[in-house]
T-cell receptor, first 112, second 115 residues
């Protein structure tokens, strides 16, 4: 089955700096890659997703890049703000609507 | 947007008893519901996939007789933790696929504590 590795497990950045989280996946059949933000005790919230026919996608301060050949994808957050502090999860799926396999999570702390 | 209502949000039960968790899709039909378990400071681990009107598909290592899943309608899926033990204490969360909005919608989660 699919295996998703996520790094780093913790990330501390100064407010205004950029944060980058990287994920690798094992199943070349995976085609859908969402990123979620989860605050303590809350449900995961989708922040951005990308499909395999696209190499990069951007939404304001958030961007995701995908390298299907290398089987890795990354989340980039620019101009970080304290409210960006949370746990971020990457995930992979053979197709949107199929089961998701999550990475181990990255705890991001943005210092004011 | 699409909403999945999950209840209860918190439950404390005695060891050996059973607990039922409900997930209702309020404004879309969830033909498929995914059930996850999340231990403190860990990731979401898929337990099973339930499909309306058919048997659930369990992930390797998940006991189907212990975690009973029912998906009797397009808007309701339930997870029953039978004969709960302290090691079953965890955050359980469901997720439905909303085809009209093309996205997964997560329930708010259930914090189960078995004492």
């Amino acid at each position: 089955g699919e295996n998703v590795e996520q790094h780093p497990s913790t990330l501390s950045v100064q407010e205004g700096d950029s944060a980058v989280i990287k994920c690798t996946y094992s199943d070349s059949a995976s085609n859908y890659f969402p990123w979620y933000k989860q605050e303590l005790g809350k449900r995961p919230q989708l922040i951005i997703d990308i499909r395999s026919n696209v190499g990069e996608k951007k939404d304001q301060r958030i961007a995701v890049t995908l390298n299907k050949t290398a089987k890795h994808f990354s989340l980039h957050i620019t101009e970080t703000q304290p409210e960006d502090s949370a746990v971020y999860f990457c995930a992979a799926s053979p197709a949107a609507g199929n089961k998701l396999t999550f990475g181990g999570g990255t705890r991001v702390l943005v210092k004011p | 947007g699409a909403v999945v209502s999950q209840h209860p949000s918190r439950v404390i039960c005695k060891s050996g008893t059973s607990v039922k968790i409900e997930c209702r899709s309020l404004d879309f039909q969830a033909t498929t519901m995914f059930w996850y378990r999340q231990f403190p400071k860990q990731s979401l681990m898929l337990m099973a996939t339930s499909n309306e009107g058919s048997k659930a598909t369990y992930e390797q290592g998940v006991e189907k007789d212990k975690f009973l899943i029912n998906h009797a309608s397009l808007t309701l899926s339930t997870l029953t933790v039978t004969s709960a033990h302290p090691e079953d204490s965890s955050f359980y969360i469901c997720s439905g696929w909303d085809n009209s909005n093309y996205g997964y919608t997560f329930g708010s989660g259930t914090r189960l504590t078995v004492v």
